[in-house]
């Protein structure tokens, strides 16, 4: 729970102020009907993978290994890089980089909820672009954006437009007490306010910003597992670590005794190494763990389980579609 800092913060909106939100707030056109978040992750065909602790007979003859290349993932990485779940700072939107801020006015600080647990000198913005409204907060850990309307001196939301972001350099507490606060925030509990005669009441719900937080609870308990099992006295908070959220997934499976688990890939590479129809194709990759006196190398080899066939090969390019992989983590000794 986010601990409060002022109790009755002195609100310091003016007459004037209350006024030009009023009129910033008013919407006399048609909101844009944004995709519904559940249908672009269902577009994605995201599965929940199976993990194994055996390992299957991969083909040997021909192999070839290629080092993985840009934008080539695995669908246990997909389910990382599709939540932008890359490293710190955590930060998303689905307001497009075309839309220019239009408009702009401080309803200054003041002290909103989230459901129960009160979140004081919090900065309110009001930020208008072309076609819609949004209601900036910002405190020192944080700062996120819903769109919204005014509806009888209540601001409530409108559409589907979101920002936010965690900043970096935050102390795991700290951490945790905000991305609980977004997740709870994302899974339908009030956000409410006073601002003189102004009133806010927004209620959003957003599964999959959701499980987003929940997903970012999971890798730190994997991270702190991960210093557990490897003794490490002192190492970077969490919000610090440069380690992406996919490494940490990784070597916390493989330091537990995971070191075997199925997947499926896309790709599209070049045909640099003369790839014939009947090879075997491997991609490999290098993680990097690397604590105060603890450096670690994990590699990630991606065997694709079919061999390369004529239909894979055009022009000059190896394109592979939902193919399925077993994924063998090694340890590189130094």
Same mark, same amino acid.
């Given at each position: 729970?986010?601990?409060?800092?002022?109790?009755?913060?002195?609100?310091?909106?003016?007459?004037?102020?209350?006024? $030009?939100?009023? @009129?910033?707030? &008013?919407? #006399?056109?048609?909101?844009? *009907? $944004? @995709?519904?978040?559940?249908?672009?992750? @269902?577009?994605?065909?995201?599965?929940? =993978?199976?993990?194994?602790?055996?390992?299957?007979?991969?083909?040997?003859? #021909?192999?070839?290994?290629?080092?993985?290349?840009?934008?080539?993932?695995?669908?246990?990485?997909?389910?990382?890089?599709?939540?932008?779940?890359?490293?710190?700072?955590?930060?998303?939107?689905?307001?497009?980089?075309?839309?220019?801020?239009?408009?702009?006015?401080?309803?200054?600080?003041?002290?909103?909820?989230?459901?129960? &647990?009160?979140?004081?000198?919090?900065?309110?913005?009001?930020?208008?672009?072309?076609?819609?409204?949004?209601?900036?907060?910002?405190?020192?850990?944080?700062?996120?954006?819903?769109?919204?309307?005014?509806?009888?001196?209540?601001?409530?939301?409108?559409? =589907?437009?979101?920002?936010?972001?965690?900043?970096?350099?935050?102390?795991?507490?700290?951490?945790?007490?905000?991305? $609980?606060?977004?997740?709870?925030?994302?899974?339908?509990?009030?956000?409410?306010?006073?601002?003189?005669?102004? @009133?806010? =009441?927004?209620?959003?719900?957003?599964?999959?910003?959701?499980?987003?937080?929940?997903?970012?609870?999971?890798?730190?308990?994997?991270?702190?597992?991960?210093?557990?099992?490897?003794?490490?006295?002192?190492?970077?908070?969490?919000?610090?670590?440069?380690?992406?959220?996919?490494?940490?997934?990784?070597?916390?499976?493989?330091?537990?005794?995971?070191?075997?688990? #199925?997947?499926?890939?896309?790709?599209?590479?070049?045909?640099?190494?003369?790839? *014939?129809?009947?090879?075997?194709?491997?991609?490999?990759?290098?993680?990097?763990?690397?604590?105060?006196?603890?450096?670690? #190398?994990?590699?990630?080899?991606?065997?694709?389980?079919? *061999?390369?066939?004529?239909?894979?090969?055009?022009?000059?390019?190896?394109?592979?579609?939902?193919?399925?992989?077993?994924?063998?983590?090694?340890?590189?000794?130094?």
């Amino acid at each position: 729970m986010v601990v409060p800092e002022e109790v009755n913060p002195k609100c310091t909106t003016t007459e004037s102020t209350k006024e $030009e939100t009023s @009129a910033l707030l &008013t919407l #006399n056109y048609e909101l844009e *009907k $944004e @995709a519904n978040p559940i249908d672009i992750l @269902a577009d994605t065909e995201i599965k929940d =993978d199976i993990l194994k602790t055996e390992q299957t007979e991969i083909s040997q003859g #021909n192999l070839i290994e290629i080092p993985i290349e840009n934008g080539i993932e695995t669908g246990i990485e997909i389910l990382y890089t599709s939540m932008k779940l890359k490293n710190f700072p955590i930060k998303d939107s689905n307001i497009s980089s075309y839309e220019n801020e239009i408009e702009k006015i401080s309803l200054n600080s003041t002290t909103i909820y989230i459901g129960e &647990t009160p979140i004081p000198n919090t900065n309110i913005k009001i930020i208008g672009f072309n076609k819609f409204k949004i209601i900036e907060f910002r405190t020192r850990e944080f700062k996120f954006g819903i769109s919204i309307k005014l509806e009888n001196n209540t601001i409530i939301k409108d559409g =589907d437009y979101f920002k936010y972001e965690i900043f970096s350099k935050l102390k795991n507490s700290r951490l945790l007490s905000v991305v $609980e606060l977004l997740k709870n925030f994302f899974s339908g509990h009030r956000l409410t306010f006073t601002l003189n005669d102004l @009133a806010g =009441d927004i209620f959003v719900e957003n599964p999959i910003q959701s499980h987003k937080f929940g997903m970012i609870i999971e890798s730190f308990e994997k991270y702190k597992n991960i210093e557990s099992l490897l003794s490490v006295s002192k190492s970077k908070s969490f919000s610090e670590t440069n380690l992406d959220f996919y490494t940490i997934h990784l070597f916390d499976l493989f330091l537990k005794g995971q070191k075997v688990l #199925n997947s499926w890939i896309n790709f599209r590479i070049e045909n640099k190494n003369n790839i *014939k129809a009947g090879n075997s194709l491997v991609f490999s990759k290098i993680h990097t763990l690397d604590f105060k006196g603890v450096n670690y #190398n994990l590699k990630e080899l991606i065997f694709i389980k079919d *061999k390369v066939s004529e239909k894979d090969m055009t022009e000059n390019n190896i394109v592979g579609y939902r193919k399925l992989v077993e994924i063998q983590l090694e340890e590189i000794k130094k």
